[in-house]
């Protein structure tokens, strides 16, 4: 199995839980204010790995502003995003 199929799983998965519970819709809504950059696909991506998530960035990010990631910890699996390219 691929990534992008295994990632098309974790958001089919959690889509039904987003329009069918208002508790989890206002949660989705509160992260999506926290990562306004990225599209609703991948909000609802990051919110499915790392509910309590308010920042997300790359590797390369977390490095230029100063901020190391732990060795052995894992990202959230998003989709490509042409958005979030920078010039």
């Given at each position: 199995m691929g990534a992008d199929y295994r990632a098309r799983q974790i958001y089919q998965s959690v889509i039904?839980?987003?329009?069918?519970?208002?508790k989890v819709w206002q949660d989705i809504l509160k992260l999506a204010g926290h990562i306004y950059r990225y599209e609703f696909e991948n909000v609802v991506m990051v919110?499915?790995?790392k509910p309590h998530a308010t920042l997300v960035a790359d590797y390369d990010t977390w490095k230029k502003v100063g901020r190391y990631v732990r060795r052995g910890s894992r990202g959230a699996a998003v989709f490509h995003s042409k958005a979030l390219k920078q010039n």
């Open positions: 039904h839980d987003v329009t069918k519970n208002e919110y499915a790995q």
